[in-house]
Nanobody, 124 residues
């Protein structure tokens, strides 16, 4: 089992930045690929970003490419999502997820463990 706890969400003006953190506990963190998803009210949960267990491969949704950066610190059992140039369309609950397999980074089905989420609200 892996437990995931997100933090760093909040209210920010358009054009601003936030950094989300996801702290993992339980099994060896470095064995897992990690991802961030988000869910806006009335919408399905959607992929945002992911990276492999080594951090050597990263994946981004087109909507955040060039604005968001995912990274991990295996020594701290933490994955980060740096979000820049935020706009109101980025408003959502952001979820951290961990996966055991090395494929299927873009879909929710590819992940085995989920955090409870952190709210990000971007005002116009």
């Amino acid at each position: 089992q892996v437990q995931l706890v997100e933090s760093g969400g909040g209210l920010v003006q358009a054009g601003g930045s936030l950094r989300l953190s996801c702290a993992a506990s339980g099994r060896t963190f470095s064995n897992y690929g990690m991802g961030w998803f988000r869910q806006a009210p009335g919408k399905e949960r959607e992929f945002v970003a992911a990276l492999s267990w080594t951090g050597g491969s990263t994946y981004y949704a087109d909507s955040v490419k060039g604005r968001f950066t995912i990274s991990r610190d295996n020594a701290k059992n933490t994955v980060y999502l740096q979000m820049n140039s935020l706009n109101p369309e980025d408003t959502a609950v952001y979820y951290c997820a961990a996966k055991e397999s090395s494929s299927g980074y873009y879909t929710t089905r590819g992940y085995d463990y989920w955090g409870q989420g952190t709210q990000v609200t971007v005002s116009a």
